[in-house]
């Protein structure tokens, strides 16, 4: 009997041996592939990581051995000063100290004032009934392609008339305007998700559109408010061509991008400068996005997905 | 104190305050007295809600586009009328060619590079043990701006002249990471922003290393939407991985793909930042978004500045009207 236990289930289920053979080839297969595909990942993660990383490790390397070997070698020979970092901030030539405030008040209104206003203009495309109102948000909807490069210089010969050039409050109202294209479109797609049996329960109470707004739809429309204004934050604290154009090189309006992009035109060999100085540009987006990035994620897929 | 200027930290602060409090100020005025007008009509509710919004687009986008397509039929100063001058010269001239030909060029290959790469790598990642941490690596790109963004490319395109008749060993260092890893291979170092066409093609990679976190992150999202039975169905038929990419994965996420691709080529076409920084240019490398900033406030050629605005323009209204066209077809298929 034990002698031809071994054979007797070959003949009887062939079928099932042939399956599991299968399947063991296919799991092979499938954690090869896997091993393929998480190294193949693996990779497209490094090489997007090492030039920032690179970069990041010059910014604390002394100016000498910057530039006579390349930073990998600190891996064997490290050495760390902070002097990079004090001399572009403080130093009186580079003072990115001044251009890090202009940044920070160029933004911070420029993010309140436009979402403030495509707020309330969302709020009666959503939910006030108007004669050409479809009309008007498509006409909204379809001036987020205008490319800001067609307003720059009307714009701009406008304000030299107004004596406003080279100030903040040109800074602040052309960052504000070119958003509201896109600040209304998305605040709209949100607002409109929000059930209508709230704002009619609201209504039938007496409230009022203000009230309505204020006490109903705001509280609710938090995360998408969020979600915008991390937008918002990155794409003005990131943007060159509004502030080259209307602060130009104003050591007391411009931002740091201006500075950063001229260092970089005319001191292009000074790589511990520049180093430093991107970092230096960089810290804030940086935390801002790591600290929302749920948020910044919601708005990207509501802003192109639904559009 | 003076309301239009400030020069220390605590008085562009103040100023900034005060920016912000006179918009609460008037914002809040227009509200409580709509509030407070008993049965205002409609349009007077109508108009404090997007009055403000449509005043500053009409100021800010409008009347200012217009007058940039006026001015673009007119000479350098904007003082004779010259017709469609301007447009023939930038169709014509080799030099304005070569320009328009690196844009269409940047259009094309940067939504296609960085829309592969996302998407992938958001198959790869799907549900693996470090998806979260893996999508931030990609992503992080985003937050950077385009400015600094050059600036970490360039130091890794940097270049140290090979000195002739110097023994390969005591050649000076290269310290710009691609030219190290030419020479570790045994390999010239190159120049690999001077030496065109390929100039462009390095300057794109730029681009594409910010624009794939973009496009991963919107076709991880609809990657994710595939349902489950589909998947299933596929695997009962004995699909291997790749088939499954190419025969359940693309065509599930067709419709978020026009609009990833689409949208990245929208902004790819308005760039100028990463030409501007790292190649100011030159060497065969401009673009339309660039040449209109030279044309604009250093040529002070405000007709010829005007035109390639108005072609910028021009070159988003076909990728606009497929995006719409896909939509309304995924639309019916649904």
């Known amino acids: 009997m034990s002698t031809s236990t071994p054979q007797a289930p070959i003949p009887a289920t062939p079928g099932k041996l042939v399956d599991r053979l299968d399947a063991r080839a296919g799991r092979t297969r499938s954690t090869l592939s896997t091993k393929l595909a998480s190294g193949f990942a693996l990779l497209i993660a490094v090489v997007w990581t090492i030039p920032t990383f690179g970069l990041l490790i010059t910014s604390f390397r002394p100016d000498g051995e ?121 605040l709209h797609n949100f607002m409109k998700d929000i059930p209508r049996e709230l704002v009619e329960a609201a209504r039938v109470d007496g409230a009022g559109h203000v009230k309505i707004f204020f006490r109903v739809l705001l509280p609710l429309l938090v995360p998408a408010i969020a979600s915008f204004a991390i937008f918002q934050f990155l ?73 | 104190m003076d309301l239009l200027y400030a020069d220390t930290t605590g008085g562009k602060f103040l100023l900034m305050f005060i920016a912000i409090a006179i918009f609460v100020l008037v914002m809040g005025a227009i509200l409580v007295i709509v509030e407070r007008i008993p049965r205002a009509p409609r349009w007077v509710v109508v108009a404090a809600f997007t009055g403000p919004a449509l005043l500053g687009i009409s100021f800010g986008l409008i009347y200012p586009a217009i007058i940039t397509t006026r001015s673009s039929f007119y000479d350098a100063r904007g003082q004779n009328f010259i017709g469609i001058d301007n447009y023939v010269t930038a169709f014509t001239r080799p030099e304005f060619q070569q320009v328009l030909l690196n844009t269409v060029a940047w259009t094309v290959i940067v939504p296609l590079a960085s829309t592969a790469i996302g998407l992938i790598y958001a198959v790869l990642v799907d549900r693996a043990r470090f998806e979260k941490l893996a999508k931030t690596l990609l992503f992080m790109p985003m937050a950077i701006s385009l400015v600094g963004a050059s600036i970490i490319w360039k130091f890794v395109y940097e270049y140290r002249p090979v000195l002739e008749g110097v023994a390969p060993d005591r050649q000076p260092a290269q310290i710009g990471l691609l030219n190290q890893i030419l020479v570790w291979m045994g390999l010239e170092p190159v120049q690999f922003l001077l030496n ?54 693309v065509p599930s996420v067709r419709p978020a793909l026009v609009v990833v691709l689409t949208t990245i080529a929208m902004g790819t076409l308005k760039v100028f930042d990463i030409v501007r920084t790292m190649t100011g240019g030159n060497y065969g490398t401009q673009v339309v978004a660039n040449e209109f900033y030279t044309q604009s406030f250093r040529q002070q050629n405000q007709g010829m500045g005007a035109a390639l605005a108005v072609l910028l323009f021009a070159f988003v209204v076909p990728l606009i009207i497929y995006n719409v066209r896909q939509m309304k077809k995924s639309e019916e298929v649904r």
């Open chain 1, 66 to 186: 910057i530039k006579t070997s390349g930073w990998w070698t600190w891996f064997t020979s490290p050495s760390i000063t902070l002097e990079n970092y004090a001399e572009v901030l403080t130093g009186s030539r580079f003072q990115l100290s001044t251009f890090f405030v202009n940044s920070f008040v160029i933004t911070i209104p420029s993010v309140v004032i436009p979402i403030t206003l495509a707020l309330l203009a969302a709020y009666a495309f959503a939910w006030i009934d108007f004669k050409g109102r479809n009309i008007l948000f498509v006409a909204v909807f379809a001036l987020q392609v205008v490319p800001i490069q067609v307003t720059l210089i009307p714009l701009l010969t406008q304000y030299v008339k107004w004596g406003l050039n080279q100030t903040f409050w040109t800074v602040w109202l052309s960052h504000s305007i070119f958003a509201l294209p896109l600040a209304i479109f998305l």
């Open chain 2, 196 to 249: 065109g066409p390929w100039n462009n093609i390095f300057l794109m990679v730029v681009m594409i290393w910010i624009q794939a976190g973009f496009a991963m992150t919107i076709l991880s999202a609809a990657i994710k939407a595939i349902s489950t039975e589909t998947i299933e169905a596929a695997r009962l038929d004995g699909v291997n991985g790749i088939q499954q990419f190419w025969y359940v994965t």
């Open chain 1, 235 to 307: 794409w003005v604290w990131n943007d060159l061509l509004v502030a080259l154009t209307f602060a130009g090189g104003q050591q007391n309006v411009a931002p740091l991008t201006v500075r950063l992009a001229d260092l970089a035109g005319t001191r292009g060999q000074d790589w511990y400068l520049l180093a430093a100085g991107a970092f230096v540009s960089m810290v804030v987006p940086v935390i801002v996005f790591l600290a929302l990035q749920r948020y910044f994620v919601r708005g990207l897929l509501a802003g192109s997905v639904k559009g």
